[in-house]
């Protein structure tokens, strides 16, 4: 089963003035198909190493399902993280979270955007939640296929890679993450750490 380009949930221009809408045509409709595109091929490819037996370029195409798979996943939440409606602050179990792991919702915020503006390079700041133990970590990954940390699930996902911000925001990529914290779809976040 191929994977597909999922399409926004609100209209390209939805997200303005906070991520504009050039930007959101090219970073859904040209950056995201990429990777769908790129993790059907790796995938095509992987499945015709095991049928032919031949696992000779095996590393080549795990590495490229990584890298597409990582952006196409990554994405589809990031899309789905954001809404017009958003900002403001999480309520129930996920905000007790928040609290009991940073210690105020205001201490997130702050680590969350320290660490999305240190990120090395292109990449993702991410706010996760351990599946063993329940608990939330703010996470980093350089590029994004380098997130291997098996048992933890992105639930805020925000892209810090420069074609997310460029062209609105240069090379201030903290008032970029300011303007994604205004449209955070909250209610998306917590269906997400409630969810198993
Ligand atoms: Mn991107």
Redesign the pocket.
Known sequence: MAHELPPLPYAYDALEPHIDEQTMRL?HDK??LAYVNGLNTAEAKLAEAREKKDFSLVKHWEREAAFHGA?HFL?TIFWENMTPQGGGSPRGALADAITSRFGSFESFIAQFKAAGTAVEGSGWVLLVKNVMTNTLDILTAEKHQDLSQWVTLPILCC?V?E??YYLKYQNNRAAYIDGFIQVINWADVERRFAAR
Do not use: E, I, L
């Open positions: 970073h950056h995201h952006g994405h892209d890679w074609h997310a």
